[in-house]
T-cell receptor, first 113, second 113 residues
């Protein structure tokens, strides 16, 4: 069983609110990722990090930001949520040198009204 | 840019039927290929992977996949499905160990008794 945790699991908020989705892993993995998952669509990479103080944007344009101050923690923040941000957000991690063997969290389902 | 195509959006099979889910990718170089599975209410998990060597790889729960380089394909197969195989299956590719995974849209498999 993978040790990667996401909170909250479910969140309903109003437009304009600032939210942070938390992601923590206890496996000591260097690489962490945020994907966005909508029904019937590809998982879209939003952000990723290959180590502390290193973050990159993925292929999906996003108004979110991330930080990687500690190895185990990779929070994602939306400064001003909009209904278009309604989606499932998946956090994942992998070992340095790992070629795609990701461990996923259970996801955070966000609904913006 | 890499992309992954999964041909079937939703597949419905009876128990004991054989399964083949299609996956094609667009990248001409060396690739690492994966199948991930998401059971209802659970997180995504690795089903099997191909890096090099024998193009027929075996994964958990009796699944296997065959890499056919000339067809840019990595189809997933199982000789006899069970009700517990009901899940969503995602094909994914990365061109090297240091680029994030690119996922397909997923195929929902429903196995009926």
């Amino acid at each position: 069983e993978a040790d990667i945790y996401q909170t909250p699991r479910y969140l309903v908020i109003g437009t304009g609110k600032k939210i942070t989705l938390e992601c923590s892993q206890t496996m000591g993995h260097d690489k962490m990722y945020w994907y966005q998952q909508d029904p019937g669509m590809e998982l879209h990479l939003i952000h990723y990090s290959y180590g502390v103080n290193s973050t990159e944007k993925g292929d999906l344009s996003s108004e979110s930001t991330v930080s990687r101050i500690r190895t185990e923690h990779f929070p994602l923040t939306l400064e001003s949520a909009r209904p278009s941000h309604t989606s499932q957000y998946l956090c994942a991690s992998s070992m340095a040198g790992s070629a795609g063997e990701l461990f996923f969290g259970e996801g955070s389902r966000l609904t913006v009204l | 840019a890499q992309s992954v195509s999964q041909h079937n959006h939703h597949v419905i099979l009876s128990e004991a039927a054989s399964l083949e889910l299609g996956c094609n990718y667009s990248y001409g170089g060396t690739v690492n290929l994966f199948w991930y599975v998401q059971y209802p209410g659970q997180h995504l998990q690795l089903l099997l992977k191909y890096f090099s060597g024998d193009p027929l790889v075996k994964g958990i729960k009796g699944f296997e996949a065959e890499f056919i380089k000339s067809k840019f394909s990595f189809n997933l197969r199982k000789p006899s499905v069970q009700w517990s195989d009901t899940a969503e299956y995602f094909c994914a590719v990365t061109s090297s160990g240091n680029t994030p995974l690119v996922f397909g849209k997923g195929t929902r498999l429903s196995v009926i008794a």
